[in-house]
């Protein structure tokens, strides 16, 4: 195990529902990340926070929300999603924001109907 | 911006045979270059990471190969083995400008045949 954990591991939702994605690590770290891995596509980072405080965010549509209470915890909260959406999407945390080196989750997969 | 190309999108080799996978960049800028594996059902894991002012860099089995020069890096896994089967991941960025300045590659998956 990594010291990240996600839940849930999968998730099927209709495009009128909402939903959350939780994060959780338990490593200490003071960075967390919210990244998008689709098929045949390069990991494409979505949201990063250090310290509790969103520091970038990569035009992102405004269906996906994240919040991040603590060091500790991160999530995604959905609403309104496309099709296009489906995808597994990862956590992920670092020592500090200027530390490279991510630990990862197991992902969410998550299909959009 | 920074532009990652990673080959071959799939490799199958026999067991106890070696495996290569190369990635290029783009900004001559970048020194730091690591090696993601993701097995079936988990997220991607660091596995070997090499920074520009080293040529090659091993562990164990694995051992990763940077040219500046050319802007290319690699990936080599000798006498593979059945746990090696997974999708690997490139990805290079600026040392000091923190993961999210990372930019990986799309990504190759190993299959081991027995």
Redesign the interface.
């Known amino acids: 195990e990594?010291g990240?954990t996600?839940t849930p591991r999968h998730l099927v939702m209709g495009m009128t529902n909402k939903k959350s994605l939780k994060c959780e690590q338990h490593l200490g770290h003071n960075?967390m990340?919210w990244y998008k891995q689709s098929a045949?596509?390069?990991?494409e980072?979505m949201f990063?926070y250090s310290l509790e405080e969103r520091?970038?965010n990569n035009s992102v549509p405004s269906r996906f929300s994240p919040e991040c209470p603590n060091s500790s915890h991160l999530f995604l909260h959905l609403h309104t999603l496309q099709p296009e959406d489906s995808a597994l999407y990862?956590c992920?945390s670092?020592h500090d924001?200027?530390?490279?080196?991510?630990?990862?989750?197991?992902?969410t997969q998550l299909s959009v109907l | 911006g920074e532009n990652?190309e990673q080959h071959p999108?799939t490799l199958s080799v026999q067991e106890g045979d070696s495996a290569v996978i190369k990635c290029t960049y783009s900004d001559s800028a970048s020194n730091?270059f690591?090696w993601?594996k993701q097995e079936l059902?988990?997220?991607?894991?660091?596995i070997i990471?090499i920074r520009s002012n080293v040529g090659e860099k091993k562990d164990q089995r694995i051992a990763v190969t940077l040219n500046k020069t050319a802007k290319h890096f690699s990936l080599h896994i000798t006498e593979t083995q059945p746990e090696d089967s997974a999708v690997y991941?490139c990805a290079a960025?600026i040392?000091?400008?923190?993961?999210?300045?990372?930019?990986?590659?799309?990504?190759t998956h190993l299959i081991i045949q027995p």
């Open positions: 990594t990240v996600q960075a990340y045949k596509k390069p990991l980072l990063v520091v970038e990862l992920a670092s924001r200027g530390n490279e080196k991510l630990f990862f989750g197991s992902g | 990652v999108s730091y690591p993601y059902g988990k997220g991607p894991q660091l990471d991941f960025s040392s000091g400008g923190g993961a999210d300045g990372l930019t990986f590659g799309k990504g």
